[in-house]
């Protein structure tokens, strides 16, 4: 699968992390990250020896998110330089793109892929990029069309995030599958988007109906896979004729997987097993997509 890049993430630790004297046990070397086992010989503390062990495993682009003041230290804006504009040039040659957040509850999918405020992630400014097109990538077409849409799924059922949705039914969309144009989600809201700050208003708007819940791990844990999609359409000349160039861009952010907790309430453990399948089944999913792949290539 060579389009696809696989990028890791380091945060810092949480209040409740620092509070119950946890450890960072990852260390990041350019695009290798080394994981230790503290757990080896139960030897929580001394010096470094032989017995421990370090699995390092390689990616993409690895980041170390943990300090500000650090030289090493990866930015949302660092992150967007890489990730965010490959996502955007892609877009702009006309390609249909996934960038999805995968990881365990608390680990900083929704901070890298949304942000906060402060220090505003991925999914804004992809959009910001897209309005704001300085680019060096091609030809600059003639007009655009940006049309966005926000769902999520939750417990295997999907919600239109940006319509006001019968309270008693709220999750009663279909997945469709259209023979050319493939799997869409029927009767999903699109909205025609002119600038970035109706596309943050949007934003705002379904992150805020989003189903979130506190765990053990995270407060504000999200319960639910959210899928917002830019649907961006280049009006261009083609040997002298009008054309259009179309390109669908999904960003993910999936909900974390989590250990079954027997001590939480019947709600938290079936969102639980379901976060759980799903992410199972997107696992088989992928490793199929490498394995055709695989076959394929001579
Ligand atoms: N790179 C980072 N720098 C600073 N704080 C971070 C970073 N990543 C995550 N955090 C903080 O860690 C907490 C958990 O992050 P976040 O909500 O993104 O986790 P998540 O993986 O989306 O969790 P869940 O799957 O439970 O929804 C948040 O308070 C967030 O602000």
Redesign the pocket.
């Given at each position: 699968m060579a389009n696809v890049k696989v990028a890791v993430?380091?945060?810092?630790l949480?209040k409740r992390e620092n509070a119950e004297e946890g450890r960072i046990i990852v260390e990041v070397d350019n695009k290798v990250a080394k994981v230790r086992n503290i757990k080896v010989d139960n030897r929580l503390d001394g010096p470094w020896d032989s017995r421990e062990k370090i699995v390092a495993f390689s990616f993409d682009y690895c980041?170390w998110?943990i300090d500000p003041e650090d030289p090493k230290y990866?930015s949302?804006e660092v992150v967007f330089q890489d990730l965010g504009t490959s996502v955007l040039s892609g877009a702009f040659k006309g390609y249909n793109i996934c960038l999805f957040?995968y990881?365990?509850?608390?680990?900083?999918?929704?901070?890298?892929?949304?942000g906060?405020p402060a220090?505003v992630g991925l999914t804004p400014r992809i959009c910001e990029g897209l309005f704001s097109r300085q680019d060096d990538y091609s030809e600059q077409p003639a007009s655009c069309r940006v049309e966005v849409s926000f769902l999520e799924i939750y417990n295997e059922r999907v919600r239109d995030l940006l319509k006001q949705s019968d309270h008693k039914k709220p999750y009663t969309l279909r997945v469709r599958e259209h023979p050319e144009t493939g799997p869409y989600v029927q009767g999903l809201s699109q909205h025609l988007v002119t600038d970035y700050k109706q596309v943050v208003g949007l934003l705002e708007e379904g992150i805020a109906k989003r189903i979130?819940a506190a765990?053990h791990?995270?407060?504000?844990?999200?319960?639910s896979h959210a899928i917002f999609t830019i649907h961006y359409t280049q009006a261009i000349l083609e040997n002298n004729l009008p054309s259009e160039i179309a390109s669908k861009i999904n960003l993910v952010?999936?909900?974390?997987s989590?250990r079954a907790d027997p001590s939480y309430c019947k709600d938290r453990i079936t969102e639980g097993a379901n976060i759980n399948k799903s992410l199972v089944t997107l696992g088989i999913v992928i490793s199929t997509l490498d394995a055709v792949c695989c076959m394929f290539v001579f």
């Open positions: 993430r380091v945060r810092p949480s980041y998110s990866a949302q957040a990881g365990q509850t608390g680990s900083g999918k929704t901070y890298t892929m949304m906060t220090s979130t765990t791990i995270h407060d504000a844990s999200s319960r952010d999936l909900a974390g989590e």
